[in-house]
């Protein structure tokens, strides 16, 4: 499997008068987007865990069932 190593390409913005600018952009590597996913997935899990022991946790019925009946179709 081949990873990205970093994104050569630079991002063009146009302002007002009609100039164009580039702006390049630094590449995210592998780790910093693992980190930042499970960083948000800490965050979520420590919300939906205050909110239970609050009591003011909703499930969302409609979307659980759908997507409980897509994982037994797949």
């Known amino acids: 499997m081949l990873n990205s190593i970093g994104n050569t390409q630079p991002r063009v913005s146009h302002v007002a008068n009609n100039s164009v600018h ?3 952009t630094p590449a995210k590597s592998p780790e910093d987007s693992q980190l930042q ?3 948000h997935a800490s965050d979520k ?3 939906i865990k205050k909110a239970i022991e609050e009591g003011n946790y909703k499930v969302d019925l409609d979307k659980t069932s759908h997507k409980m009946a ?3 179709l797949s």
């Open 70 to 72: 897509q994982d037994l």
């Open 37 to 39: 996913q499970e960083t």
């Open 45 to 47: 899990a420590t919300q």
């Open 22 to 24: 580039e702006n390049p």
